[in-house]
């Protein structure tokens, strides 16, 4: 049932004309690349269909780019799917890599790994790309909050590890699957897709600080109701459903309904929030280039909003049943068919 939920979003985006064109080229990509390295896991990665979610968070972005954002979007997600709840041992070889990742936009473009496997040399070529004509103001703002996300899943890990994957209560979680989710960096990225900068000082300004935790919230928290029956079979307690289970008691069905009633109320704070943003330009004194800016960057989170909502409600990577290799991994407590630290 969790991912047949629906939301009514008051903001439509549109999906990059690209899509097919980038797909295809994607698809080889992943393969050269050896971040799938069997027919079950190509097979697998596939049935989530993460061009069409690139596709619809970054509608804006040229051909070429549309190909390497596809590329950059599935490091994360393969990536997290390295995390085996019932293989402690893993949790260093996974913060290596973690580190890796994360100091990778620090270094100069076109540095080999130090750390070397499929993931961190796929990363260090895109970031070659995606840092291509960027300031460095963008540069490292985007490394920062890259940087935030990973190092949040090496701490999920290590829960996992010392057995306390389950222990979070509700405000813990959802300061936790804030970072977790990835949106700052992913917004942060809008900017790239499009070739313009959201000024500094309107980027830093309290609204919009506000309005990209909002963004986070809502949609960490559509993941979780999308993605709840996969998480559950896994034995994944990172989940806001589970969580809210776990302390609050009831039914499941309750705390499903009570993990919608959030994620509305975030969404529902973030639109009341969006229409503050004119008065907030006229407050910096921005000009209308500025402004323009400004705008795009809103439109960057509405991207994120909506266009991760239509992607999970049809995408295979959150299937309530499947069959072959990846049913079998996630019932053997593993995240991926392939194992992607190793060189």
């Not at 919009?208 to 307690?237: K, P, V, Y």
């Not at 989940?239 to 039914?251: C, D, E, F, K, T």
């Not at 509405?302 to 072959?324: T, V």
Request: charged fraction near 30%; proline fraction near 4%.
């Amino acid at each position: 049932m969790p991912q047949d939920v629906t939301f009514d979003l008051p903001f439509d985006t549109p999906v990059s004309e690209h899509l097919e064109h980038a797909r295809a080229r994607h698809l080889r990509w992943i393969w050269d690349m050896d971040l799938v390295r069997s027919k079950a896991g190509f097979e697998e990665y596939k049935s989530w269909d993460l061009p069409q979610a690139a596709a619809r968070t970054y509608p804006h972005a040229s051909a070429e780019d549309m190909v390497v954002l596809m590329n950059w979007f599935s490091l994360a997600f393969l990536f997290d799917d390295q995390f085996d709840a019932n293989r402690p041992d893993r949790a260093d070889r996974i913060a290596d890599v973690a580190r890796e990742l994360i100091v990778t936009p620090l270094r100069p473009p076109g540095i080999r790994p130090r750390v070397v496997c499929p993931i961190t040399l796929a990363w260090a070529e895109v970031w070659q790309h995606l840092s291509d004509g960027m300031s460095l103001t963008w540069r490292t703002r985007f490394a920062a909050s890259w940087g935030r996300f990973l190092v949040a899943h090496c701490e999920e890990v290590d829960l996992a590890a010392r057995g306390l994957a389950g222990t979070l209560d509700l405000d813990e979680y959802a300061v936790f699957r804030r970072r977790t989710v990835g949106i700052h960096h992913s917004i942060d990225m809008g900017e790239r897709s499009r070739g313009f900068e959201v000024p500094a000082q309107a980027e830093a300004h309290p609204l919009m600080e506000r309005m990209r935790d909002l963004a986070a919230d809502t949609i960490g928290f559509m993941n979780d109701i999308h993605s709840f029956e996969r998480e559950r079979r896994r034995g994944d307690g990172h989940n806001l459903i589970a969580v809210l289970h776990r302390q609050r008691g009831g039914s499941w069905e309750d705390a499903m309904k009570e993990a919608y009633r959030m994620t509305t109320a975030c969404l529902d704070e973030y639109v009341e929030l969006e229409a503050r943003v004119p008065r907030m330009c006229d407050e910096l004194g921005l000009d209308e280039k500025q402004r323009d800016s400004v705008r795009m960057g809103v439109e960057a989170i509405q991207h994120w909003i909506n266009g991760n909502y239509m992607w999970g409600l049809s995408s295979g990577r959150y299937a309530a049943a499947k069959e072959g290799p990846a049913a079998a991994a996630e019932m053997a407590g593993q995240g991926s068919v392939d194992d992607l630290l190793a060189v």
